[in-house]
């Protein structure tokens, strides 16, 4: 006891020493190192993770705690809903249900009502789908049938193949489908030069005119090279299916694969979307006709990073479009473990552009419900050449003359399990970076950033600590985004427990797995920048 007192009086006394360096330093923003680190131990700043928690209900996962994979929207006009299907995250459990298919349904994208289970793995050691896979959903009459991928680990022993395609149909989009045993397997086409021994699911039904295409993942020898490829297939009666060959492999870029691919029209344009397996980006191509050839978008190669996958568009009566992805989760549930299948939905609003690139932004009906309370922000610091632009408001022009030389206002932890930072940036000059930190144990080197980097026409989510990020430095993730001196962008940062997406201008995103994101410190930054961020807000449902 009495050396713990002896302790706090010699902290105190170094606390009021350091304080004066610290106001010094404000009115004076030439600063060095040893200064800075003074300044971070007057202000303890929080930034250690909060426990994962399960009750998202924007990023959906399920209510008994799984985590979601794999969506296939299907919009159902009768009842103004989306209906989401899944494969429910459930493995290696004592039940072995190898990811069985559930469903969410919405109206709003911010609430969801979850059905039951609409398909189950088969228990039969040789049935072809022993573990359920991704697949798609189309309505025929009054039936809807459901395509989706077997896989069957014990295909040596049932002389059979390890993936194939299966349907099932209801009469219900929201009850269990029946399987129909009797409908024949797709199977990979044999002495083609495709692999033979695996890669052949994630079926993509749809229709175009009179006829029905399926899109399947799968991978071939083209001229001497394996490539992930998308094959296609014909139907006029979603029974009888023809091979049509491959329908595009890769072009310029080789995949190992191109999963779950989807074909959406939009006007007169078709879009291909697929993502790749190996780097986790979503990629999409265009063209004018539904065999291609297909060409990359004229602007950002994408709009979205590599913690969105699988993305798939639903249409809803409305003409609004939104494609409905996944964020992994980390093991371990910290932001140093790896990528896990698994995690949580995500969904934007997607539309062209004049010149037909695709690009995203935020839900109306999820932004109006986020837009519902505004919070009050506290200021926890700022530190260097910080100026108020206008009073009364949180807007702020942050001048760093030097290179890691970070300036900063740093705010308190947002007590709420979910809500949406928003802010107006813009920047007079930039020779590094600026934008937001998450996570701040201190205001110049740790904490997580999620930056504009202009020098290279992105936006970028970096865990490297920013003290040591370089031009070379891998992001943690990152999006496309050309910007220019003196232009407003609008930035959104939607926050739920770990999930972070941030929507960048309302047309590109950056999905984010964040374990301490949640009450902590963050702040606005700029480092060797001159940028202003006006308006910053917080709000909450
Ligand atoms: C199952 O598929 C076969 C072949 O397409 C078809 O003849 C039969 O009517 C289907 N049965 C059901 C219950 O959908
Ligand atoms: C791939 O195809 C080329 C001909 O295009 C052939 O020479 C080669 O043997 C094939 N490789 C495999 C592994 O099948
Ligand atoms: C399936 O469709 C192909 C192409 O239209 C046709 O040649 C074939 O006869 C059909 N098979 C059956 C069983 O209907
Ligand atoms: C939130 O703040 C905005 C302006 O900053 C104001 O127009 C709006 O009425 C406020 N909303 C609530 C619920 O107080
Ligand atoms: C802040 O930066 C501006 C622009 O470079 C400069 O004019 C001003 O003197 C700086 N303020 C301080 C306190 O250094
Ligand atoms: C900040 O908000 C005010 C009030 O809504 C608005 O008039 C102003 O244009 C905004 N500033 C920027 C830079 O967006």
């Known amino acids: ?51 994962e928690q399960t009750d998202y209900t924007i990023y959906k996962m399920t209510s008994d705690g799984y985590r979601v994979g794999d969506m296939a929207p299907y919009y159902d006009s009768g009842t103004g809903k989306f209906i989401t299907y899944f494969l429910k995250d459930i493995w290696n459990d004592a039940t072995d249900t190898r990811h069985p298919m559930y469903a969410f349904t919405t109206d709003n994208f911010h609430s969801y009502t979850p059905t039951g289970e609409i398909l189950g793995s088969s228990s039969a050691t040789c049935a072809q789908d022993n573990a359920v896979g991704a697949g798609s959903v189309v309505k025929s009459g009054s039936t809807y049938y459901f395509f989706y991928s077997g896989r069957n680990n014990n295909y040596v022993t049932c002389g059979s193949k390890l993936e194939g395609i299966v349907r099932a149909s209801s009469t219900s989009l929201t009850s269990a489908f029946t399987k129909n045993t009797s409908f024949p397997t797709i199977t990979v086409p044999t002495g083609q030069g495709y692999d033979e021994n695996d890669n052949f699911r994630d079926p993509y039904v749809f229709l175009d005119g009179s006829t029905w295409h399926m899109l399947i993942t799968a991978r071939k020898n083209v001229s001497g090279t394996w490539r992930g490829v998308i094959v296609r297939y ?100 910290t932001d140093s473990g790896s990528w896990i299948w698994g995690g949580n939905m995500v969904v934007h609003k997607i539309y062209q552009l004049a010149n037909g ?58 007590n709420q399990q979910k809500y949406k930072i928003s802010a107006t940036v813009r920047y007079a000059s930039s020779a590094k970076d600026f934008g937001f930190m998450i996570g701040a144990c201190d205001g110049y080197n740790d904490f997580y950033s999620l ?72 702040g606005v930054f700029s480092d060797n920048s001159d940028a202003t961020f006006s308006n910053i807000s917080v709000k909450y449902p």
């Not at 996958?309 to 003409?319: E, I, L, N, R, S």
């Not at 926890?380 to 890691?404: D, K, L």
Request: glycine share 6%; aromatic share 12%.
């Open 1 to 51: 006891m009495k050396n713990s007192n002896v302790k706090i009086g010699v902290m105190a006394i170094l606390c009021v020493v350091i304080f004066s360096c610290k106001q010094e330093k404000i009115a004076d923003p030439i600063s060095d190192g040893v200064h800075l680190k003074s300044k971070s131990q007057v202000n303890a700043l929080v930034c250690t993770q909060q426990t």
């Open 234 to 333: 014909t139907s006029t009666d979603l029974t009888n299916w023809t091979h049509q060959g491959v329908l595009y492999d890769g072009g310029s870029a080789t995949y190992f694969n191109m999963e779950c691919p989807q074909m959406v029209k939009m006007g007169s344009t078709y879009y291909l979307i697929y993502s790749d397996q190996q780097n986790k980006y979503m990629y999409y191509r265009k063209s004018s006709s539904l065999t291609g050839p297909w060409s990359l978008p004229a602007g950002n190669s994408r709009f979205e990073g590599n913690s969105f996958f699988a993305g798939k568009v639903a249409t809803d009566q409305f003409g609004d479009s939104y494609i409905f992805g996944w964020t992994q989760i980390l093991s371990g549930h």
């Open 357 to 414: 690139d695709l690009a995203v932004t935020i839900p109306h009906t999820l932004q109006a419900n986020l837009n519902t309370n505004n919070y009050s922000l506290l200021k926890e610091s700022q530190w260097g050449n910080v100026t108020n632009t206008v009073p009364g408001t949180e807007s702020y022009r942050i001048i760093s003359p030097a290179s890691f030389d970070v300036a900063n206002v740093i705010y308190k932890p947002i």
């Open 451 to 522: 930056r504009f980097v202009p020098s290279q026409n992105r936006f970028s989510f970096d865990k490297t600590p920013h003290g040591s990020i370089t031009t070379s430095t891998v992001a943690t993730n990152d999006v496309p985004f050309p910007m220019s001196p003196n232009t407003d962008y609008s930035v959104e940062i939607v926050v739920e427990n770990s999930m972070v997406v941030v929507y960048i201008n309302n047309v590109a995103a950056l999905s984010c797995r964040i374990y301490k994101a949640q009450a902590t410190n963050w």
